[in-house]
């Protein structure tokens, strides 16, 4: 356990050593929290009580699509799964336990898949057949790859947004998400797609808000790109 007055010990042990990248965390840390306080001074006191964020957030691991931040929300306003290509697999217990406690338990009122265009995960997908970690992650997005069989195939941008078309279809049928349905919860699904180069988020799909057969997908947004 952490005791008072150990942090700074802590930091000036790590300065010491010449981690002054780790260091500068603690300094930007401590000045983001005192700006958080200026105008607001009871903004953490309020998110200690509990967290009612509105959205649930799925996206990529990659360090250039930070969640809250291109959405410009505060904590406490979005939950956030994100891992290697942004998937939403049902056969993922890390995923399916924030997808319970986001639907379930929170009680979000939309699930937002992110993917993004210059996906290492996707590109890698397309090029490599890897029998570590990262090619058991991906095989879904290969084999997504493999069924394309046609031009379009060869475009990372186009896997990329038929893989968050497949994302949203796999959270249509997730159980989790129908049972929210069946009991008239007002629950909507999304698939944007971020582009690195100008920072801006743009829909690939119609946002699906009941059973797939009541409300079919409309994805001509993304094969007419
Ligand atoms: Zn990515």
Redesign the pocket.
Known sequence: MTQPGENGERQAAIAERGDTGLASLFTRNRAWAEAKTVGDPGFFKRLVGQQRPRYFWIG???SR?PATEIVDLDPGEMFVHRN???LASAADPNFLAALQFAVDVLRVEHIIVV??Y?????QSAMTQDREDAIGAWLAPVRALHRAGGNAQETDADCLCERNILAQVTALAVNPLVMQAWERRASLTLHGWVYAIGDGLLQPVCAPVSGRLSDAPMVSAAAVAR
Not at 118 to 122: D, K, T
């Open positions: 990529c691991s990659d699509v290697v290509a942004n993917g993004h210059g996906c290492g995960g996707i």
